[in-house]
């Protein structure tokens, strides 16, 4: 694989993020110093970006701005994503009812990926971004991505996972197996202290959507709120998978017949 043209790509996506944040017109200097970029490799990735009509250039001011070119190209997402609406629906219900916030998450390689976020008006111990990733073994939500799998799609996954060159400690299939049954036996995970000490999250695999998208539903919060609140988290997690069904039933008649979701 090409490392050069990697990096680039990653810097574009860095780009079009820190627009995001910011919101703004900005400077080249702007970029680079918020980005920490060469002048010369960054100043050439954003003469690219405008002439592919991603970023507008103000000759006057010398700020770039993204092109509605950037909405247009992710505008029919939400629609695949949640469809009718009734997810969206579900994890609004959810965070109302519970005070936490509510993630969405679906794998992404070796990763369990935050695809959206509801977040709490109570302070959380670590801010967590859409886009955020969880090791697929080691999480809560990961557990549940994984449930939803077989035994032997699990297994080539484990051997991917202890093959990878940061894995410091290979992962026995027991212990792994052991998480994955104990979701499909309740119909949810508790994942405490797992990837950061002091949080946690009470999560539960979704009925599988159109285009056979796998997701996990979850609430996360520090330890000590999820352990009291736990009856009633499970409880709503509970009721939205039941609400949902029928919802996922007609995106897999659509997705079958081939009709707009």
Known sequence: MDRDAVKSAR???????????????????DILEALGYPASSGSALLKSLVALGYLDYDRDRRTYFPTMRISALGAWVPDALFGDGALLGAMERLRAVTGETVILATQSDLFAQYVHLLHSAEPLQFSVPPGARRPLAASGLGWCLLSAKSDEEIERLRRRINAEPGQAQPLSREALMGRVNEVRTRGYAVSKHTVSQGAGVIGAPLPRGAHGRVFALGVAGPV?????????IIGELRAALERLRPSQAEAHRHDREGLPA
């Open 11 to 29: 810097r574009a996506f860095e780009i079009l993020e820190l627009f995001d944040r910011e919101r703004r017109p900005l400077a080249l200097k």
């Open 224 to 232: 000590g709120r999820l352990e009291a609140k736990e009856a009633l």
